[in-house]
Every structure is written in C-alpha cells, then in structure tokens.
C-alpha cells in the first residue's frame, strides 16, 4: 500500500497559520479589549471633585440715636433752652437740638411731641426745621414742619416721614414754639409741659 504524504511546504504552514490567526481567539481578545475599554469610560465618569468655602464673620451693628451727645434714654435729654415763660400771644421761642447717629449702621429717625393734659396745648404751634435760632425765632434751612398744634394729653406726629441719617453723621434741628395769637383769655396762667420723643430705625 502506498503511503500518502501530507505535504510539508511552506505554503501549507502558511495556510494553517492564516487559519489560527484568523480563528476564534483574537477575536475574543478582541471583543475583550472593547469590554475593557467601556468599563474604563465608566470609571472616568465616576470620578468627583469637591470644594469648601468658609464664610467670613457675621456680627451684628448697633443703633445709637443721641440727642446732643446725650442718649435721652432712660432719661430724657433736658431741652432746657426750649423754655418760656410768662409767654403772651405771638410770642415764640426757639432753640437748636443736634441729632446724632452714633450707632454702626446707617438709621432713618421720626419724632413725636407728647403732651400733657391742659387747654393751652392746642394753642402752642410747633415749627422745626433745619435752621438756625435766635433764641426767638428759626431762620434759614428747609422747613420740616410748620404751624403744627401741640395734643393736649396726646401726641403730635412731628416728623412722621424718616429722615435718614448716616452712621457717625448728625443733624441739627431748630424748634420754633409760638403762642397762638388768637388764644382765649381764658387760658391765662395755664402751662404744660411737652417732650419730644426721637423714634430710630435702620434704614
């Protein structure tokens, strides 16, 4: 019997090798190496950064009104120089009060007169503005209020409107108070007695 030879040429290693390379193997490196490469992608998108930041201080400002240098509170500011006596109609009498904000922050400010009980009250007329006094009369600045009548065992809205006043900064108000013209004789030798009251807030 003759023997059948598988030949040996290199065309035949040739082709076997191109079956290999062409088998199952690399293409499952292959399948392999796009698994790897998305699981790589999905660890990149997984990956964070954080950041921190620390505030500063916070502390609180203060409101501090004073009526020349005088905090009027608890006790009240003397205005002794907004004083008259014997008063007969038509007569005035006027003085300056400085206003000061000593506080931290900037405050708007409104004023009140608070009278006592008495019949005279209506027929004192108040006027403030930012003027100067002669100790009778203001003169000069913007008028803030004018011809305004005292309450008797009430209150006047003397400034209702605020008027805003920077931190560290003042302003100097003239009081003006005359005796109506017109009021009875039947008011003679009457008094009362009124204070005006500075109400702050922030602006």
């Known amino acids: 019997m003759s023997r059948h030879e598988v030949p040996t040429t290199s065309s035949g290693f040739g082709a076997r090798a191109r079956i290999l390379l062409s088998g199952g193997k690399p293409r499952a490196i292959a399948s392999l190496g796009i698994v790897l490469g998305l699981g790589a992608i999905g660890t990149l998108a997984a990956w964070s950064d954080s950041a921190t ?11 501090d009104l004073q009526l020349n240098n005088d905090p009027g509170n608890p006790t009240a500011y003397a205005f002794a120089s907004l004083t008259k006596t014997n008063m ?28 006592t009980s008495s019949t005279l009250a209506p027929y004192l007329k108040v006027l403030v503005s930012t003027g100067t006094s002669n100790g009778t009369a203001c003169s000069g600045g913007t008028v803030i209020a004018n011809n305004l009548a005292l309450t008797s065992g009430g209150s006047t809205n003397v400034i209702p409107t605020g008027r805003a006043l920077n931190n560290g900064a003042s302003e100097t108000l003239c009081f003006q108070v005359t005796l109506d013209p017109s009021v009875l004789t039947s008011e003679q030798n009457k008094t009362v007695s009124t204070s005006f009251n500075f109400n702050a807030t922030t602006a």
Do not use: H
Request: glycine share 10%; net charge positive.
């Open 53 to 63: 930041a620390t505030s500063g201080v916070f502390s609180t400002g203060s409101v």
């Open 88 to 115: 007969m109609p038509g007569n005035s009498v006027a003085a300056t009060l400085p206003v000061q904000n000593k506080g931290t922050v900037p405050f708007s400010y409104t004023m009140v007169a608070n009278s």
